[in-house]
């Protein structure tokens, strides 16, 4: 049995928890940013409507009352190399083709596009908005060997645990039947009513050939076969520790001996499948009956659309990509249940223990008051704009590189693969009941309730300092290339200026003080931007200034004195941002928030952690690349002289403040 926890959070709980010796915490070269207890609501004068699109407002200093017009204008530097790939020529025919830094006209930019996403995401965070742009769909997983809670499920889901293990799946035929898919199942041998409708096989991995023939199968393949048919049996199995000692486990299933391509006596036709290798330890193929195509079974459309969204599936092993180049049909693995004695299928796959849909998707876990609040305009939309509603009353151009600055791009390169864990590592994307301690049993998963877990919130990368070129950690690829997997660059240098612009027209001043509240960074915090960012990649120092326009003026007059009358004039930042800071306190207050106590906003709990993850100075702190890399299956561990799992017990990732308090403790103890 596995022990449940009993003590279950509220659920607008953010459950965090201290790094701790009893147990090994993850680490990542990312982090999250806490989900808000409460929403923030825009304020208009006229309800859900932003000012009016077709004439400028005039700003009462003194009534704190109308809208501002003008710009902000920025130099970005280049802290580390930054890339932001260019447009990749039509006839290439190839994703990722290009190396080059964005350049149109031959002129290196920053797209006005990649500053644009990286403020809106930091608008919402700071003014506790909505967190409504995330791909709400449904993981899935494969957990054969796993001690967890979900283990446990997915396995007693796939197979009889109280009959050694014999296979619940059932098999079939996939097809295309005009706007459906179907699939038309496997039937006992014509011979043998009542037996067994897949089997296993045994097949060399290395010279890919089944057991005792000639027949050869690739990864991912399938072909027609002839097979005599035998009933289930037990079968031994060895388990090697690691300490290499082999133990014993017996499983139930029907193994075939006898096979081959064209028809014997005694034998029925069937489909030999090959799935993926599993490493080195792979050795069985599966075989399937035929259909007697005498019934189908239409797969709903929300099963289509689930397994669609898969984005972890290779695409070799995509079914409906098989489908399109053999529509005669595909052979499959499905599971079944009766509903309102109609027998439907609520999930296949292309092996016989394939990925399962989680019960719940992503947006199931926000906080209920942003499930509440998603018809409210928060103040990011009300800046950026709403579709649906109303345009953005804010522009980016594109920035350019100052002038007297020469040979701003470094040689291409291969950057190291990103291959970054995706939200399937659960224990790491969802809040987790004891934090880093909770013991493997009890991990939150995606199949987990609501009342005991939610999203840990916006995903944010650490600076890192990856620049010199003798670190291991270097960006750039120093082992083997492969072509299809690596990906050559060619970013701007480090130190690099630009200048940019943002134009706004009637911002209210609260809203013009979310745009500055995140673009001037408290001193010795960096922005991040571009491609790479896991890698150290991205890292830029922003400096705005403030100009604002007074139309009435501007239109007034068309000269002042020997120039044009442009009526506008520089004004200090810091009184827009402390409107908005003072707006946003208030609100929390109002709306009973936890963060009710702090009197400056990046003395919230949730900024404070944002503040140290734009903090330059942790890639100072001993080991910092160490604890902030990507995790690995193989990674060779010089105390104990071997390869070991990262990802063993499933560590869960500590806060960003936690994880720097644990590394200055450990700073200190040395």
Known sequence: MIKKNKTKP???????????????????????????DVMVEAQFQQPDQPPAFDKYYNYDRERNDGYLTGEIVYELETITPLYIRGVTPEKSGKKNDNPDFFAPGGIVKIPGSSIRGMVRNLVEIVSWGKFENFDDRKLFYRMVGDKSELGEKYRDTMLNLHDLYSIKVKAGLLKKVGLNHVILPSSSPASLPGFPTIYRVDYDLKSRKVASTDITLGEFEYQKVFFQPVDEKLHTHYRKTRYGKEIPFKLKYAKVQKIALTQRGGFCEGYLISSGNLGTKKHMHWIITL????SNLVIPDEVVQNYIMDENRTEQADLLKMLEKNPAGVPCFYLSKLINNQEKVIAFG?????????????????TDCLKEHTGVIDLAEAIFGVETKFASRVSFEDARPLKDQANLLQQPEYAKILASPKPTTFQHYLNQPKGVETPIEELAHWSSSGSITRLRGYKYYWHRDT????????????????????????????????????????????????????????????????????????????????VLSNRKERYTALFDESTWAVAETGQQPDEYMAKFEQYVLAKLK??????????????????????????????????????????????????????????????????????VESLDENCRKK
């Open 291 to 294: 259909p007697n195509h005498k």
């Open 10 to 36: 509220s659920s607008n709980a953010v459950t965090t928890g201290k790094v701790s010796g009893k147990r090994s915490h993850a680490r990542a070269p990312y982090n999250f940013i806490q989900l808000n």
């Open 467 to 546: 620049r010199d070129d003798k670190n291991r950690n270097h960006w750039v690829e120093r082992g083997e290339i492969k072509a299809t997997k690596h990906t050559r660059i060619r970013p701007v240098k480090s130190g690099v200026k630009f200048e940019g612009k943002i134009r706004f027209v009637n911002l209210s001043p609260v809203e013009l003080g979310a745009l500055l509240f995140v673009l001037k960074l408290p001193e010795d915090h960096y922005h991040k931007l571009g491609m790479g960012k896991p890698l150290g990649l991205g890292s830029v120092k922003i400096k705005p200034k403030l």
């Open 350 to 366: 292309h092996t016989g223990l394939f990925r399962l849909p989680h019960s719940n998707s992503i947006g199931y876990y926000r």
């Open 590 to 659: 109002e709306l009973g928030s936890r963060e009710t106590g702090a009197k400056k906003l990046w003395d919230t709990e949730r900024l404070k952690n944002l503040k140290t993850m734009l903090y330059w100075k942790n890639t100072e702190i001993e080991n910092w690349l160490e604890e902030t890399r990507y995790m690995e299956i193989e990674r060779y561990n010089p105390g104990s002289g071997r390869k070991e799992n990262d990802y063993k017990n499933r560590p869960v990732l500590p806060e960003p403040v936690r994880v």
